[in-house]
């Protein structure tokens, strides 16, 4: 299986702060990467895929970047609605596999 | 615009079989590839299994024992079964669309809302 490991784990950040999210796999996965939003008792949303391509109706504040094992996830102006919890999954081989989450959270 | 909602029992007892349905509304269930996922309470998501249209699958090796995913194309659902269910398999189950966005790969773009099941006897 596709380790895939996020950092932080959890983040505190005010409104208007640019953060980062980084997804580490075990193996290359060929830009094989989405990027979810979770908010409580809520289904993920889809916010990215391939890496860098924004999914339908997602603002333009977030971006993805990478190659290879590392990817990110780039907010680069957080507004209310952003806190919440993001996963990254790699869809190159299965069993797909998600990273562990990063709870982001109002400073 | 595509919907999908997870029905079933909320409550199974340990050992016996965990049935859960997803009804896919607003187009049609062909040509994509449908999955379960779930997520235990306070924790992240494990994907658990795939079925094609044509009705080929795909499911986790740690599941593959006790895991069946099927299709009903004529009522646009797919199923999940799980056998032999004990407490670590508490959680809330999603189905989910993959879309093929390039040949050859797809990615979950649509869930439905989840529904969770509890193994308690």
């Known amino acids: 299986d596709i380790q895939m490991t996020q950092s932080p784990s959890s983040l505190s950040a005010s409104v208007g702060d640019r953060v980062t999210i980084t997804c580490r796999a075990s193996?290359?996965?060929?830009?094989?990467l989405a990027w979810y939003q979770q908010k409580p008792a809520k289904a993920p949303k889809l916010l990215l895929y391939?890496?860098?391509r924004l999914g339908n109706g997602v603002p333009s504040r977030f971006s993805g970047s990478g190659s290879g094992t590392e990817y990110t996830l780039t907010i680069s102006s957080l507004q209310p609605e952003d806190f919440a919890t993001y996963y990254c999954?790699?869809?190159?081989?299965?069993?797909?596999?998600f990273g562990q989450g990063t709870k982001l959270e109002i400073k | 615009q595509v919907q999908l909602q997870e029905s079933g029992p909320g409550l199974v007892k340990p050992s016996e079989t965990l049935s859960l349905t997803c009804t896919v509304s607003?187009?049609?269930?062909?040509?994509?590839?449908w999955s379960w996922i779930r997520q235990p309470p306070g924790k992240g998501l494990e994907w658990i299994g795939y079925i094609y249209y044509t009705g080929g699958t795909n499911y986790h090796p740690s599941l593959k024992s006790r895991v069946t995913i099927s299709l009903d194309t004529s009522k646009n659902q797919f199923s999940l079964r799980l056998n032999s269910v004990t407490a670590a398999d508490t959680a809330k189950y999603y189905c989910?669309?993959?879309?093929?966005?390039?040949?050859?790969?797809?990615?979950?773009?649509?869930w439905g809302q989840g529904t969770l099941v509890t193994v308690s006897s």
């Open positions: 391939a890496a860098s």
């Open positions: 607003g187009g049609s269930i062909g040509i994509y590839y």
């Open positions: 193996q290359g996965i060929s830009n094989s």
């Open positions: 989910a669309r993959h879309w093929e966005y390039v040949s050859g790969w797809y990615v979950i773009d649509y």
């Open positions: 999954q790699q869809y190159y081989n299965t069993p797909y596999t």
